[in-house]
C-alpha cells in the first residue's frame, strides 16, 4: 500500500538570500528554545539557543526571534549558502524540573522544515 | 571534543533477532535521551535518563523496548524480539548538568529490520 509520510514545509532560496524559517510552539511554560539542523545521515546539530526571558538573540549569520504572545519562534540565515541546504528543527523545553528544581532539559521537537538553497 | 557516540553505525538484522543499540554520552553531561527518528512520525522521544536513572519511559512503544544506563559513559537500547516496523533511525543525545542546555546528538544507527 502507498506510505504517508509526513509533508515538511519546504523553503527554497537563492544562494545569497536571507531565509526565514517559522516555528510554532505548543507550551506557554516553556522556558528554553532550541534551533537545530539536521543533515543528511547525520543527527541533529545545535544551531543557536534562546531563553524565555529574551526576544532575540543573534549568532554568527543567524538570529532566532521568539514572541511568547503568540507563541512562535523564527530563525533568520542571513547571506543563504549552499551547505546551509538541510532539515530544521525548533525545539522547546517544557521547564519539567526534578525534585531538586534542576530542569532535566527534555525537549519536544518540531516536525521540521526542509530548506533548499540553489546556487 | 568527542561527540556523542554512537554505534553501531548501520544494522540490518531479520526480524526476530534481538538488537542492541550503543552510546556513550559527552563525558560531564547527566542526562541522556534516546530517540526515534521516521518518515512517519518524525523524531520521538523514547526514553531518558538524569544520573542514570530513568526519569520518563512513556515514550518506549513496547515491552520489546528496553534501555539501561548502567553508568555515566554508557547507555544500551535493546530491542527484543525485532520487528520490521521498528526500522528507523535512532539517535542519543546528552545534556550537560542544570537543564537548559543544548541537547547534543550522536550521528544514529540506522537500523534496518528485514
Known amino acids: 500500500g502507498e506510505s504517508v509520510g509526513l509533508h515538511l514545509p519546504t523553503l527554497s532560496v537563492q544562494e545569497g538570500d536571507n531565509s526565514i524559517i517559522n516555528c510554532a510552539y505548543s507550551n506557554s511554560a516553556s522556558d528554553y528554545f532550541i534551533w537545530y539542523k539536521q543533515e543528511s545521515g547525520k543527527g541533529p546539530q545545535f544551531i543557536i539557543d534562546?531563553?524565555?526571558?529574551?526576544d532575540k538573540r543573534q549568532g554568527q549569520r543567524v538570529t532566532v526571534l521568539l514572541n511568547k504572545t503568540v507563541k512562535h519562534l523564527s530563525l533568520q540565515i542571513a547571506a543563504t549558502q549552499p551547505g546551509d541546504s538541510a532539515v530544521y528543527f525548533c525545539?522547546?523545553?517544557?521547564?519539567?524540573?526534578?525534585?531538586?528544581?534542576?530542569?532535566?532539559?527534555?525537549?519536544?521537537f518540531g516536525q521540521g522544515t526542509i530548506l533548499t538553497v540553489h546556487p | 571534543d568527542a561527540g556523542v557516540i554512537q554505534s553501531p553505525r548501520h544494522e540490518v538484522t531479520e526480524m526476530g533477532q534481538e538488537v542492541t543499540l550503543r552510546c556513550k554520552p559527552i563525558?560531564?553531561?547527566?542526562?541522556l535521551f534516546w530517540y526515534r527518528q521516521t518518515m512517519m512520525r518524525g523524531l520521538e522521544l523514547l526514553i531518558y535518563?538524569?544520573?542514570?536513572?530513568?526519569?520518563?519511559d512513556s515514550g518506549m512503544p513496547e515491552d520489546r523496548f528496553s534501555a539501561k544506563m548502567p553508568n555515566a559513559s554508557f547507555s544500551t537500547l535493546k530491542i527484543q524480539p525485532s520487528e520490521p516496523r521498528d526500522s528507523a533511525v535512532y539517535f542519543c543525545?546528552?545534556?550537560?548538568?542544570?537543564?537548559?542546555?543544548?541537547?547534543?546528538f550522536g550521528d544514529g544507527t540506522r537500523l534496518s529490520i528485514l
Open positions: 525545539a522547546e523545553n517544557w521547564g519539567l524540573k526534578n525534585a531538586g528544581g534542576t530542569s532535566y532539559g527534555k525537549l519536544t
Open positions: 543525545a546528552s545534556t550537560l548538568k542544570g537543564g537548559n542546555q543544548p541537547q547534543h
Open positions: 534562546i531563553r524565555s526571558n529574551m
Open positions: 563525558s560531564g553531561h547527566n542526562s
Open positions: 535518563f538524569n544520573n542514570n536513572v530513568p526519569i520518563d
